[in-house]
């Protein structure tokens, strides 16, 4: 047996519980986890509270990443007492994921824990750290460098955000941080940003193109707001997308793209190429400073995770939040 937060939907309705589990019941794979740490992200409150279409069969064992050390393997890249991570490919969705002390997946799924990091240490960073890291990594290979001019983040205080303005500001960024939460400006100044902007300015339909500011963007927030964003790009400016916050629509001109050059870049974690998840996870070890890194994490134990998510779900989460399985 090993505990688990399970989601079920039937005629007695949606909801979501701390229980424990016969292993008996894992799910088909070669490669049996046992896990010391996953997170809470965006689309596990999604998932957990219901307030998203995410969970996709029932019953789900949620948590989209987890760090932790192989028991069994069938899968000739991985042995007995080898530490791993896994990010996306539909754990937590379609296949049971990592809030759970124990989960067995694909091997394929798997990247090895860089040694440089503990098992906690990897889920501060998680999957909005690897996927803030891709975003500056599409930055940089669409010509995107520092003495370009200014770089926006939006939903800067939270997980996929506060990592992207830190390692921005690391590399020798101007970052400027948008979130709808002034209280957290302090803790943004903190991370490196340089500047931090009301997301009410950004949230509200806007002009086809507006003054030229940005060199390139990280959003999290989708509909108007990176609209807005394509906007106000400079020339050849460089957007990159990873969430929809604020909604799946983009109500945008296509003047930004044709008379401007913008690029809007799609940024996905879920799917990515194992060599590209490599890269992030190295660039992470070499680029994120561990005391920033420090600042946006907090931790809870399992039994916390269904309350949190709720906190998380009403913006009242920031940074990254670590989940320790065994407690």
């Not at 969705?93 to 440089?116: D, F, I, M, S």
């Not at 400006?185 to 931090?196: I, S, W």
């Amino acid at each position: 047996m090993f505990k688990a937060i399970v989601i079920e939907k039937d005629e007695a309705g949606y909801r979501a519980d701390s229980r424990e589990i016969d292993e008996a019941q894992l799910p088909e794979g070669d490669v049996t986890v046992d896990v010391d740490y996953s997170t809470l992200n965006y689309k596990d409150g999604l998932a957990i509270t219901g307030k998203g279409p995410v969970v996709r069969k029932f019953p789900m064992v949620p948590g989209i990443d987890f760090a932790g050390t192989v028991r069994e393997s069938r899968n000739p890249d991985y042995k007995t007492g080898d530490q791993v991570i896994l990010n996306g490919w539909g754990v937590g969705e379609t296949h049971w994921g990592g809030l759970a002390q124990v989960t067995r997946v694909k091997g394929e799924w798997l990247v090895p824990l860089p040694e440089a990091f503990t098992p906690r240490r990897a889920m501060s960073i998680g999957t909005a750290g690897y996927t803030a890291m891709l975003c500056v990594i599409a930055l940089e290979r669409h010509g995107v460098s520092p003495d370009k001019g200014e770089i926006i983040v939006t939903g800067a205080a939270g997980g996929v955000g506060s990592t992207a303005v830190a390692l921005l500001s690391r590399l020798g960024y101007t970052v400027v941080a948008v979130s709808g939460r002034s209280e957290e400006a302090d803790y943004l100044r903190g991370l490196g940003a340089a500047e931090v902007l009301d997301r009410a300015a950004f949230s509200q339909a806007g002009k086809p193109l507006a003054r030229e500011r940005w060199a390139g963007a990280v959003d999290v927030v989708g509909s108007h707001t990176l609209a807005n964003l394509c906007a106000a790009m400079k020339y050849r400016g460089v957007v990159t997308a990873c969430g929809l916050a604020q909604g799946m629509d983009l109500p945008a001109s296509v003047a930004p793209f044709i008379l401007r050059g913008v690029s809007l870049i799609g940024i996905d974690s879920v799917m990515c190429p194992r060599p590209e998840r490599l890269e992030a996870w190295g660039r992470l070890v070499r680029d994120l400073d561990p005391a920033k890194l420090d600042a946006i994490t907090d931790e809870i134990g399992l039994t916390d995770v269904v309350a949190t998510a709720e906190r998380l779900m009403a913006g009242q989460v920031r940074g990254r939040m670590v989940v320790d399985v065994n407690r």
